[in-house]
């Protein structure tokens, strides 16, 4: 079974700031995929970046990088240079090594970005 | 470039009364999923379908039916509402294997349920 744990319900940060938001894992399988997954109030599902258990680099997409520690079981989601727009729930999610390629998501944390 | 569509939008429906959720998709995609979503509770899932005449149970499929007669489509059905699945359902596809990057899930716009 997988279990994805963030901690945060929900963070401040002022504009133009850089952001960490928190998330730790659990899983047996030795091949998996850690995703964070955006969602604004109109309540559309954006993906944002994705980190392979096997990969050596940590993920980067523009402003997103994914600060992966793979022996703490942590995948958390920076923010650079944060804008109003980043304001919205923020869910991070990992897919196993199983054939249904399903996605199990945390709780999410709503970020909200101060001017 | 219409990616996942999910009808209908909003539906308010009174307590043991049946509804069906449609999701298209064309993208082409083998994978399909429903998911709810509760506050507090993030995203769970209650069907999935890894390709056309399969379906297979989530983690909350208690309550819901589903069916994939056609590898574009992907219906989640309720035979009768309870207030307990008011929620905001949201369809998910994608590709049956890694591509170039990394196999995520495409969502539709999701569904606001509301049972009274």
């Known amino acids: 079974a997988q279990k994805i744990t963030q901690t945060q319900p929900g963070m401040f940060v002022q504009e133009k700031e850089a952001v960490t938001l928190d998330c730790t894992y659990d899983?047996?399988?030795?091949?998996?995929?850690l995703f964070w997954y955006k969602q604004p109030s109109s309540g559309e599902m954006i993906f944002l970046i994705y980190?392979?258990?096997?990969?050596?680099q940590n993920a980067t997409e523009g402003r997103y990088s994914l600060n992966f520690q793979k022996a703490r079981k942590s995948a958390n989601l920076v923010i650079s240079a944060s804008q109003l727009g980043d304001s919205a729930m923020y869910f991070c999610?990992?897919?196993?090594?199983?054939?249904?390629?399903?996605?199990?998501f945390g709780s999410g944390t709503r970020l909200q970005v101060q001017p | 470039n219409a990616g996942v569509t999910q009808t209908p939008k909003f539906r308010v429906l009174k307590t043991g009364q049946s509804m069906t959720l449609l999701c298209a998709q064309d993208?082409?995609?083998?994978?399909m999923y429903w998911y709810r979503q509760d506050p507090g509770m993030g995203l769970r899932l209650i069907h999935y379908?890894?390709?056309?005449?399969?379906?297979a149970k989530g983690e909350v499929p208690d309550g819901y039916n589903v069916s994939r007669l056609k590898k574009q489509n992907f219906l989640l059905g309720l035979e009768s509402a309870a207030p307990s699945q008011t929620s905001v359902y949201f369809c998910?596809?994608?590709?049956?294997?890694?591509?170039?990057?990394?196999?995520?899930?495409?969502f539709g716009e999701g569904s606001r349920l509301t049972v009274l």
């Open positions: 998910a596809s994608s590709y049956s294997r890694d591509r170039v990057n990394t196999g995520e899930l495409f």
């Open positions: 899983t047996s399988d030795q091949s998996y995929g």
């Open positions: 980190q392979g258990s096997y990969d050596e």
């Open positions: 999610a990992m897919r196993g090594n199983t054939g249904r390629r399903a996605l199990t």
């Open positions: 993208m082409n995609h083998e994978y």
């Open positions: 379908s890894v390709g056309e005449g399969t379906t």
